[in-house]
């Protein structure tokens, strides 16, 4: 020390300090919507400079959320809710698709049996890995044991508990008992043109169209009255995109109400709708 700053100094030990006092009002927070740099989590800093960032991050909050929305928690539960009252209860039994050769049963029916997470059986393909081919079974045994076989194998799949999307072949109207079985079930009936099935079909799979191309229009013509008889809606298959038909039949299976109304023949009262698109 300076000899003129020691004597300055007043003789003997320095006097004590006064030591601050607590301020006389409460501190004001206010709160942040997350951690601002040199406060703490959750809440503002102190000082001016506590105010300054906290006064920013309530500026932050309300430029991310806007005004009147609810929190982020809120929201994604009420998109849940919407969604549960958007899909209603599945049928307790198979939901069957008939129509004619190469309205799109089988391409459909999967993309229908995906949209409602229950399995998708085509008959045609069941009685293929217990008989082999159709065709040559035609020619072995004849039409009618191929359709009593055919009916055997639909019997056994309808049959069989819970919701289900069971696509049948063209001609399994025919059959007098198994119009009977789908009496009791929600039948989707696939409608589309000769034309559209000749543009899209594959021939090669398919010789009867390919040797006699009227043969499609013939055919329709002979069982649209069975057809007409089991259905209880009807799409066209030519007017839609598959994406778009398949939320459709989805949509309506999932509203379908169980039949009721036991005929005095053993058939259930049908409700008839017309898809138009």
Known sequence: MSEQRRAGRDPGPPAPRPKPQPPTAPLRVVPSAGRVDGGEPGGGARGGGGRTASREGADAGRRTAPSGAAPAGQRARGRRRRRRRGTGRLPDRAVVFVGPMAAGKTSLG???????????????????????PIAAFFETHGEPEFRRIEAEVIAEELALPGGRIVALGGGAVITAETRRRLAAHPVVLLLTTQEAVLRTANLAKRPLLRDDPEAWGRILEERRPFYEEVADVTYRTDRATKEQLARRVARWARGFSQKSGVAEHGGAAKQKEQEQE
């Open 110 to 132: 999967k993309r229908v049996a995906r949209e409602l997470g229950v399995p998708f059986v085509d008959t045609d393909a069941v009685f293929v890995r217990r008989h082999g």
